[in-house]
């Protein structure tokens, strides 16, 4: 008897990486060990040693979920930007970026996926951010890392245009920050219908 189908959306998690084997690995690990689990975690590593692919192989390689390339031979963080950008798994429905440098709570793709269960129409979903240290202390809000809102709230995208706008602050925050529909998901440009 074959495998059943995950009844959960794949989201796919994309990290580029360079030459910081620490924080990556805890990058990484925050994004296995999500509660939501359907998840597919690309990992593109243009270091020019071998420090965060023995990390990658040490502690990840085991996991299915990982795909792990290094690119050794490119010579700045854009071609590793352009490769991450490039990956495009059609099976997700789902997208969010992470920064070698942030973690994920547990419960963020979880918490995410359960607004888009309940909003078919929308196309991302953000949330508040904690700022840290190197030393992952935690640091006090700053006008740009404050939420403009108390509780879970729906925005339109001319809303937040505006406020963003009227503020001069990225309140949808980093990529990190940000779930969203993947690009062949989107409506297409009159709205009638999604191409997934």
Known sequence: ???????????SIIIPTYQRPEYFRQALASATGQTY??????VTDNS???????????????????????????QDALENWHRA??????????????MDDDLF???????????????????LVTSYRKLMDADGKELPDTP????PF?????VSGDEMGRAMLTNMLNIIGEPT?????????????WGHQETC
């Open 1 to 11: 008897m074959g495998e059943e189908p995950d009844l959960y959306p794949l989201v």
């Open 37 to 42: 689990r359907n998840l597919d975690i690309f």
């Open 48 to 74: 020019h040693n071998e420090e965060t692919k023995q990390v990658y192989e040490k502690y990840f390689a085991d996991d299915p979920r990982v795909q792990y390339e290094w690119h050794p031979e490119y």
């Open 85 to 98: 950008n490039a990956y495009d798994n059609p099976e997700a429905t789902y997208v969010n970026w992470l």
């Open 105 to 123: 709570h547990p419960e963020k793709i979880a918490k995410m996926m359960d607004m888009f269960f309940q909003n078919s129409d929308i196309v």
């Open 144 to 147: 740009w890392s404050k939420s």
């Open 150 to 154: 108390q509780v879970t709230t729906r």
């Open 177 to 189: 920050t940000v779930l969203a529909r993947n690009q062949h998901c989107i409506m297409d440009i």
